[in-house]
């Protein structure tokens, strides 16, 4: 992924329409490269998640352009390119594991990830991922502590415990989550070696305990919708 890093980073320090249009073609080349590596990716969650069989790689990956209407920062490129391999792909409301790829240092994440879970929520999902907590909360710890190296992202929480749970839930700081995801970053040898598949998938392996709890939950939180 060295090639697609070294446009990202220069997109970053040149980002605006005329740099983008004149690499234009170096654009392509990495985009045809990110998506025979996202081709594999699901292929190979696949093996060990059957939920995500069928998946494109269109249903896993996003524009490179930036939605500006309705914020402050108005570069029109991300700096970032990623891919989130959920049940029925990236719009569906489901969990699943992402891949983040971006120089280290700059913005939103700080650096290339791996990601497994579920960012942002429906209402009526968060309540029910708070639901399997309060009633699975060991089984849901006993999955992170199954994925070494991964950490329980807590950004996004309440001070609180959201009324109508218990404040004094064992699992108070599990039910005061926004976002139910664990990240571990991708250290620069694994990141431009050719392994970097294989070692996406062993690690991603390791979360799919993880995934399939919250897609429990999610899946009971649409039932209840229909």
């Known amino acids: 992924m060295k090639e697609v890093l070294d446009f990202l980073r220069r997109l970053h320090d040149n980002n605006d329409r005329e740099w983008f249009d004149a690499h234009r073609g170096e654009w392509l080349e990495v985009k045809a490269r990110f998506a025979a590596f996202t081709e594999r990716l699901i292929e190979g969650i696949a093996a060990f998640d059957p939920t995500i069989r069928g998946l494109r790689v269109q249903d896993c990956t996003y524009r490179i352009a930036r939605d500006t209407r309705f914020s402050a920062d108005k570069r029109p490129y991300k700096s970032h390119i990623g891919a989130f391999v959920a049940p029925r792909g990236k719009k569906s409301g489901f969990a699943g594991y992402y891949l983040h790829l971006e120089p280290a240092g700059d913005s939103l994440l700080g650096g290339s990830v791996l990601a497994s879970g579920i960012y942002c929520p429906e209402p009526v999902v968060l309540r029910s991922l ?17 994925a070494p190296g991964f950490r329980l992202d807590t950004t996004n929480r309440l001070k609180r415990v959201p009324t109508g749970f218990p404040a004094d839930s064992e699992y108070a700081d599990l039910l005061k989550l ?49």
């Open 178 to 226: 926004k976002d139910f995801y664990i990240e571990k970053p991708i250290d620069n040898r694994s990141l431009e070696s050719d392994a970097l598949l294989g070692y996406a998938l062993e690690e991603f392996r390791r979360t799919q305990p993880f995934i399939a709890q919250l897609n429990r939950a999610v899946e009971y939180a649409y039932e209840e919708m229909r």
């Open 130 to 146: 708070r639901e399997e907590v309060l009633d699975h909360g060991d089984e849901l710890l006993q999955a992170i502590a199954a």
